[in-house]
Structures are given as C-alpha cells and as structure tokens.
T-cell receptor, first 112, second 109 residues
Framework: DAGITQSPRHKVTETGTPVTLRCHQT?????MYWYRQDPGHGLRLIHY???????DKGEVSDGYSVSRSKTEDFLLTLESATSSQTSVYFC???????????FGQGTRLTVV | KNEVEQSPQNLTAQEGEFITINCSYS?????LHWLQQHPGGGIVSLFM???GKKKHGRLIATINIQEKHSSLHITASHPRDSAVYIC???????????FGTGTSLTVIP
C-alpha cells in the first residue's frame, strides 16, 4: 500500500470555527490533491499542489485554503467552517503525469 | 472542466454474470483511471489507461481515445465485487482528476 495518511479520520466541529485537515505521504510524489465527496456530486477537486509552495485552485475552492511547506505534507484549512462543508474529504497523490493515483482513507467532517 | 458520464448508475447482477460499466468524457485527457470504493471505505485505483486495454485477474478495462469512451468489464462476477466503481479522467497542468458520479454494483450470490 502506498504511504498516504489523512488525519483526523473523523471530526465534528461547530459553524464558524477553523479546521485543518492533514495529508501526509511517504512516497515523495510531486502532486497532491484534496477532493470532497458528496452524494449526488461525486468527487470534486478543492485544491491541488504540484510542488512545495506551488498550489492552485480546483472547482470548489471557495472557503478553503491549502499549504504545502514540505513535499510530504499537504494541509487543507477551512477558514470558517459552514454546514455546507460537511463532507468526506479525500487526499490523493500521483507521481508524474500518467502514473497511478493513490488515495488516503478519507476524513469525515461534520459541521454543526 | 471535463464532463464525465458513467452508466449505469446502479447495477444488480447474479454471481457469475459478465458486467460492463461505461464511461464517456467530453475533452482530451492525459489518462483515464478506474477506481473502486467499498461502502464506508477508501478509494483504490484499479487501472490507469492512456490507450488500448489492460487486464488484471477478472477485470478488464478498455479505452477508445478517438471516441472518448472507456469500459470496465468484470468477468465471472462475485459478491466481493460489490462496490462503487468510479471513472476519473486526468487532465490539466496539475494532472488533476474529474470524476464520474460512480456506478453502484451489487452482486447477489
């Protein structure tokens, strides 16, 4: 199994609080991604990174920020959590283009 | 943005049946991935395709780049194949994925 770990696995938080999810990889892969999975929408890209300090927005980036200060860690921050951000969040990694992708176990986030 | 469509959305089969799941996409891609997700579970990559056909055990995946279409076949289906199968296309400078909404497969013994 590829070395990719998400933390926490489950979290309940209150509306308006900041939340940070962590994705850690031991594969030295260049590309890292954050996706959210919602019923009826499938998986959608939030943000991605193509190197240390190099990040870009995906299709559902509003209300989220990311940081990548080291190759192995990619952090997703909900600046002020809202109920619409209740979701399952997946981190993924790939090496170069056209290589296999590996997914973390997912983080179930509930905003109350 | 790439529009990715999968069919069928839901599929119930008897054990031993041959199963086909289809995926079509709207614009050019660098690769297409088939993923598997068990209930409450994580996501596992089954295949990565940029052309032709790949086989792994009872699973076969094909892609037709000109027609922008891919199929995932399961031969001699088994109850342990019950899962959601997701088609994802990779494109863009970040090699990011765009996903179909998935096909929920149930194989009955």
């Amino acid at each position: 199994d590829a070395g990719i770990t998400q933390s926490p696995r489950h979290k309940v938080t209150e509306t308006g609080t900041p939340v940070t999810l962590r994705c850690h990889q031991t594969e030295n892969h260049r590309y890292m991604y954050w996706y959210r999975q919602d019923p009826g929408h499938g998986l959608r890209l939030i943000h991605y990174s193509y190197g240390v300090k190099d990040t870009d927005k995906g299709e559902v980036s509003d209300g989220y920020s990311v940081s990548r200060s080291k190759t192995e860690d990619f952090l997703l921050t909900l600046e002020s959590a809202t109920s619409s951000q209740t979701s399952v969040y997946f981190c993924a990694i790939t090496g170069q283009a056209n290589t296999e992708a590996f997914f973390g176990q997912g983080t179930r986030l509930t905003v109350v | 943005k790439n529009e990715v469509e999968q069919s069928p959305q839901n599929l119930t089969a008897q054990e031993g049946e041959f199963i086909t799941i289809n995926c079509s996409y709207s614009v050019g891609i660098s690769a297409l991935h088939w993923l598997q997700q068990h209930p409450g579970g994580g996501i596992v990559s089954l295949f990565m395709l940029s052309s032709g056909k790949k086989k792994h055990g009872r699973l076969i995946a094909t892609i037709n780049i000109q027609e922008k279409h891919s199929s995932l076949h399961i031969t001699a289906s088994h109850p342990r194949d019950s899962a959601v199968y997701i088609c994802a296309v990779a494109q863009g400078t970040g090699n990011q994925f765009y996903f179909g909404t998935g096909t929920s497969l149930t194989v009955i013994p």
